[in-house]
């Protein structure tokens, strides 16, 4: 149990500073080169992997500023998704 709560308490440490990291490279991109992805983050953390889905936004409320917005998801697991973390932000371009 101990060993488990150290994962844990590990994962939810790391994964917001990995998933940070990881949205502040896709937040810098233009718009043309915003597409969903994945990876890992290699040797530097065994065993964490990301994705990233990027999605209009939809919304009668906002009207036609909907069109210039983008949602960002990253999601950061470990260990073949026995945790995962989730982040998401909304980006503005105009053109």
């Known amino acids: 149990q101990t060993i ?3 994962q ?4 939810y440490t790391t994964a917001p500073l990995l998933a940070q990291n990881k949205m502040a490279e896709f937040e810098i991109k233009p718009l043309d080169e ?3 992805d994945s990876g890992s983050f290699a040797d ?9 889905a990027i999605n209009d936004v939809e919304s009668e409320t906002l009207g036609s500023t909907a ?3 983008k949602k960002i998801d ?6 073949q ?3 995962t973390y989730d982040l998401r932000t909304y980006r503005f371009y105009s053109e």
């Open 8 to 11: 844990s308490a590990r994962f």
């Open 74 to 79: 990253i999601i950061v697991s470990f260990n």
């Open 44 to 52: 530097e953390f065994p065993g964490y992997s990301w994705k990233v």
């Open 81 to 83: 998704d026995e945790f």
């Open 34 to 36: 915003l597409t969903d």
């Open 4 to 6: 488990s709560m150290h």
């Open 67 to 69: 069109e210039d917005l």
